[in-house]
């Protein structure tokens, strides 16, 4: 059984910044991409960055050149960090991990940017 578990949200004020981190544990195969997603009430969830295996990454617009996303591969840990958050980054921030066979979600962090 695959676990994912996130960490690292929060309340913020405009313009600061939130580390979120996501580990993974249990048995899986091969990780092929790591990712962060997020979702509002009434909206879709979300691709907010992602990593495959060849550590390349990827970025939704809103978020390209503000947040970073990253991997300490020995350990299955991925993180985000966001930097100038905006309160159009208030979310549930999602970690989901892909194998050739399956796709795992973490139970999600809330992320507040508010004044």
């Known amino acids: 059984q695959v676990q994912l578990v996130e960490s690292g949200g929060g309340l913020v004020q405009p313009g600061g910044s939130l580390r979120l981190s996501c580990t993974a544990a249990g048995s899986f195969d091969s990780i092929a991409l790591m990712a962060w997603y997020r979702q509002t009430p009434g909206k879709q969830r979300e691709m907010v960055a992602e990593l495959d295996s060849s550590l390349r990454p990827n970025y939704a617009d809103s978020v390209k050149g503000r947040f970073t996303i990253s991997r300490d591969s020995p350990e299955n840990t991925v993180y985000l960090q966001m930097n100038s958050l905006k309160p159009e980054d208030t979310a549930v921030y999602y970690c989901?991990?892909?194998?050739?066979?399956?796709?795992?979600w973490g139970q999600g962090t809330q992320v507040t940017v508010s004044s």
């Open positions: 989901n991990l892909q194998t050739r066979m399956w796709s795992y």
